[in-house]
């Protein structure tokens, strides 16, 4: 059963504490991505990846790091350098570039600052 | 600034309707526009998807209508039901580009 699996679903972070959410996917797809979901914000890019050990950052990338060292995993850090960090967090893949190319998202993970 | 600008924020439609959902793009060189579908506590899933070499594209009650010139596109749901409810991102992208420029969301309500 192909797909993207993120966990948790549910994630809570105390202040100062750095948290990392998982991105897996067996979709044999080449680019991942990494995208901040606020209410009213749309869908804003914070890392991608278009190979492994290979990744560049997006729009809202501060406060946030990544690895890429396997095909299939694209973990996201959030440091605790991130002021803002509670959102909805999803992790997309595609094939990579060109107009063929469709995004398929996990199905998030909810980040709480407690 | 902001390179996909869709519009309403928020629709209310009955069951039966059309529901029209409006996105306008900036770059030229885009090259890629889908549209997506999120439920509440769920990742956005591809609905359905247009290139520029075409004006039209339907699947289902699901309708892209594309205006190269304009640089505008929309979506267009027939005969909405309840369980079309939901928000629903345009985006874009470039050639050359893998990620998606995603509109800011609309919030549909379909009412029985």
């Known amino acids: 059963d192909g797909g993207i699996t993120q966990s948790p679903k549910y994630l809570f972070r105390k202040e100062g504490q750095n948290v990392t959410l998982s991105c897996e996917q067996n979709?044999?797809?080449?680019?991942m991505y990494w995208y901040r979901q606020d209410p009213g914000q749309g869908l804003r890019l914070i890392y991608y990846?278009?190979?492994?050990?290979?990744?560049q950052k997006g729009d809202i990338a501060e406060g946030y790091s990544v690895s890429r060292e396997k095909k299939e995993s694209f973990p996201l850090t959030v440091t605790s350098a991130q002021k803002n960090p509670t959102a909805f967090y999803l992790c997309?893949?595609?094939?990579?570039?060109?107009?063929?190319?469709?995004?398929?998202f996990g199905q998030g993970t909810r980040l709480t600052v407690v | 600034q902001q390179q996909v600008k869709q519009s309403p924020q928020s629709l209310i439609v009955q069951k039966g309707g059309i529901s029209i959902i409006n996105c306008a793009y900036e770059?030229?060189?885009?090259?890629?526009f889908p549209w997506y579908q999120q439920f509440p506590g769920k990742g956005p899933a591809l609905l359905i998807a247009?290139?520029?070499?075409?004006s039209e594209k339907k699947e289902g009650r699901f309708t892209i209508s594309f205006n190269k010139s304009a640089k505008q596109f929309s979506l267009h749901i027939m005969d909405s039901q309840p369980g079309d409810s939901a928000t629903y991102f345009c985006?874009?992208?470039?050639?050359?580009?893998?990620?998606?420029?995603f509109g800011k969301g609309t919030k549909l309500s379909v009412k029985p």
């Open positions: 247009i290139r520029p070499d075409v």
């Open positions: 997309a893949s595609s094939t990579g570039t060109g107009n063929t190319a469709e995004a398929f």
């Open positions: 985006a874009a992208r470039g050639r050359s580009q893998g990620n998606l420029i």
């Open positions: 770059n030229t060189a885009f090259d890629y």
């Open positions: 990846s278009q190979i492994v050990n290979d990744f």
């Open positions: 979709l044999n797809h080449d680019a």
